[in-house]
Protein backbone atom coordinates (compact mmCIF):
# COMPACT_ATOMS: atom_id res chain seq x y z
CA UNK A 1 0.00 0.00 0.00
CA UNK A 2 1.48 3.38 -0.93
CA UNK A 3 1.57 6.28 1.58
CA UNK A 4 2.58 9.74 2.24
CA UNK A 5 5.72 10.07 4.39
CA UNK A 6 5.36 9.79 7.97
CA UNK A 7 7.95 11.62 10.19
CA UNK A 8 9.07 10.88 13.29
CA UNK A 9 12.11 12.97 15.33
CA UNK A 10 14.44 11.51 17.64
CA UNK A 11 16.74 13.35 19.43
CA UNK A 12 19.20 10.48 20.68
CA UNK A 13 20.86 10.58 24.32
CA UNK A 14 20.83 14.12 24.53
CA UNK A 15 18.23 16.43 26.63
CA UNK A 16 17.76 18.97 24.32
CA UNK A 17 16.80 21.68 26.66
CA UNK A 18 20.09 21.29 28.74
CA UNK A 19 23.14 21.21 26.00
CA UNK A 20 26.06 23.34 27.08
CA UNK A 21 27.71 25.49 24.38
CA UNK A 22 30.30 23.68 22.37
CA UNK A 23 28.32 20.39 22.48
CA UNK A 24 28.06 18.22 19.27
CA UNK A 25 24.26 17.56 19.42
CA UNK A 26 22.77 15.14 16.04
CA UNK A 27 19.17 15.26 15.64
CA UNK A 28 17.32 12.19 13.64
CA UNK A 29 14.51 11.92 10.93
CA UNK A 30 13.36 8.65 10.67
CA UNK A 31 11.16 8.82 7.59
CA UNK A 32 8.37 5.63 6.59
CA UNK A 33 7.16 6.04 3.24
CA UNK A 34 5.84 4.01 0.20
CA UNK A 35 7.44 4.28 -2.56
CA UNK A 36 10.43 6.13 -0.21
CA UNK A 37 10.92 9.33 0.06
CA UNK A 38 13.06 11.82 -2.51
CA UNK A 39 14.00 14.35 -0.77
CA UNK A 40 14.20 14.46 3.34
CA UNK A 41 15.12 18.11 4.65
CA UNK A 42 15.46 19.88 8.28
CA UNK A 43 13.52 23.36 9.27
CA UNK A 44 14.61 25.91 11.60
CA UNK A 45 10.91 27.38 12.60
CA UNK A 46 10.42 31.11 12.84
CA UNK A 47 10.13 32.00 16.55
CA UNK A 48 7.14 33.21 16.35
CA UNK A 49 3.71 31.97 14.69
CA UNK A 50 3.65 32.97 10.51
CA UNK A 51 7.51 33.71 10.96
CA UNK A 52 9.32 31.85 8.23
CA UNK A 53 11.00 28.80 8.11
CA UNK A 54 14.85 28.08 7.14
CA UNK A 55 16.05 24.77 5.38
CA UNK A 56 19.17 24.16 7.76
CA UNK A 57 19.99 20.50 6.46
CA UNK A 58 18.94 18.27 3.48
CA UNK A 59 19.90 14.69 5.14
CA UNK A 60 18.28 12.38 7.51
CA UNK A 61 20.42 13.58 10.62
CA UNK A 62 21.64 17.39 11.10
CA UNK A 63 24.21 17.22 12.71
CA UNK A 64 25.75 20.45 15.00
CA UNK A 65 29.46 19.67 15.72
CA UNK A 66 29.46 21.96 17.83
CA UNK A 67 26.84 24.01 19.34
CA UNK A 68 26.34 28.30 19.75
CA UNK A 69 24.01 29.98 21.45
CA UNK A 70 21.99 31.23 18.23
CA UNK A 71 21.47 27.38 17.35
CA UNK A 72 18.51 27.23 19.93
CA UNK A 73 15.12 26.85 18.54
CA UNK A 74 12.32 24.50 17.41
CA UNK A 75 13.63 22.15 14.66
CA UNK A 76 11.19 19.53 12.32
CA UNK A 77 12.06 17.41 9.68
CA UNK A 78 10.08 17.13 6.17
CA UNK A 79 9.97 14.13 3.34
CA UNK A 80 8.47 14.44 -0.14
CA UNK A 81 7.54 11.84 -1.92
CA UNK A 82 5.52 10.61 -4.95
CA UNK A 83 2.48 10.39 -2.72
CA UNK A 84 3.01 13.54 -0.93
CA UNK A 85 4.58 15.42 1.83
CA UNK A 86 5.20 14.93 5.38
CA UNK A 87 6.70 16.33 8.30
CA UNK A 88 7.19 15.19 12.48
CA UNK A 89 3.84 15.91 14.03
CA UNK A 90 6.01 18.00 17.13
CA UNK A 91 9.35 20.21 16.79
CA UNK A 92 12.31 19.15 18.53
CA UNK A 93 13.21 22.31 20.89
CA UNK A 94 17.09 23.18 20.98
CA UNK A 95 18.01 25.21 24.25
CA UNK A 96 21.76 26.06 24.17
CA UNK A 97 23.09 26.69 27.72
CA UNK A 98 25.96 29.30 28.14
CA UNK A 99 28.38 31.01 30.12
CA UNK A 100 28.02 34.17 31.39
CA UNK A 101 28.98 37.21 29.04
CA UNK A 102 29.20 41.23 29.61
CA UNK A 103 27.61 42.60 27.06
CA UNK A 104 27.55 46.98 26.22
CA UNK A 105 29.48 47.31 28.93
CA UNK A 106 29.53 50.97 30.09
CA UNK A 107 31.23 53.24 32.11
CA UNK A 108 29.45 57.01 32.82
CA UNK A 109 31.22 59.65 35.18
CA UNK A 110 29.25 60.01 38.76
CA UNK A 111 28.98 63.55 40.01
CA UNK A 112 31.51 64.33 43.54
CA UNK A 113 29.57 64.67 46.77
CA UNK A 114 30.33 67.80 48.16
CA UNK A 115 33.47 68.28 49.27
CA UNK A 116 34.69 65.17 47.73
CA UNK A 117 36.67 63.22 44.60
CA UNK A 118 34.17 62.52 41.50
CA UNK A 119 33.16 58.60 41.23
CA UNK A 120 32.40 56.29 38.15
CA UNK A 121 29.57 53.87 37.22
CA UNK A 122 30.05 50.59 35.80
CA UNK A 123 27.30 48.54 34.13
CA UNK A 124 27.64 45.41 32.36
CA UNK A 125 24.54 43.74 30.90
CA UNK A 126 25.16 39.91 31.89
CA UNK A 127 23.91 37.57 28.87
CA UNK A 128 23.60 34.03 29.82
CA UNK A 129 21.96 30.80 29.88
CA UNK A 130 20.93 30.28 32.73
CA UNK A 131 20.54 33.40 34.12
CA UNK A 132 23.62 34.89 36.05
CA UNK A 133 22.63 34.89 39.97
CA UNK A 134 25.92 36.35 40.86
CA UNK A 135 28.59 38.95 39.60
CA UNK A 136 32.05 39.65 40.39
CA UNK A 137 33.94 42.74 39.34
CA UNK A 138 38.23 42.52 39.42
CA UNK A 139 39.61 45.77 39.57
CA UNK A 140 43.16 45.97 37.75
CA UNK A 141 45.67 47.89 38.07
CA UNK A 142 49.55 47.78 37.60
CA UNK A 143 49.83 47.32 41.95
CA UNK A 144 47.77 44.22 41.75
CA UNK A 145 44.29 43.47 41.46
CA UNK A 146 41.31 42.77 44.24
CA UNK A 147 37.95 41.44 43.94
CA UNK A 148 35.28 44.25 44.79
CA UNK A 149 32.67 42.63 47.34
CA UNK A 150 29.16 42.70 47.23
CA UNK A 151 28.91 42.95 43.54
CA UNK A 152 26.11 43.70 41.59
CA UNK A 153 25.43 44.23 37.67
CA UNK A 154 25.58 47.55 38.14
CA UNK A 155 28.41 49.14 40.56
CA UNK A 156 29.10 53.08 41.60
CA UNK A 157 32.26 53.95 42.77
CA UNK A 158 32.55 56.80 44.53
CA UNK A 159 36.13 58.84 45.97
CA UNK A 160 38.05 56.36 44.40
CA UNK A 161 41.77 57.85 42.65
Same mark, same amino acid.
Given at each position: ?? =????????????? *??????????? *??????????? =????????????????????????????????? =??????????? #????????? %??? +??????????? %???????? @???????? @????????????? #??????????? #???????? #? +????????
Amino acid at each position: MH =HAPIVRLVAGETD *LSRVLEGSAVS *LKCQVTARPPP =HDVWWVRLGSEPGKEETVVGRSRTLHFPSVKPA =HSGDYTCKAAS #SEGEGSAVR %PLH +LLVHYRPVCSN %PLTRPHPA @DPGGQPGV @DLSCGVEARPQAR #SFRWLYNSTEG #SFQIPSAK #S +LMSFMNYA
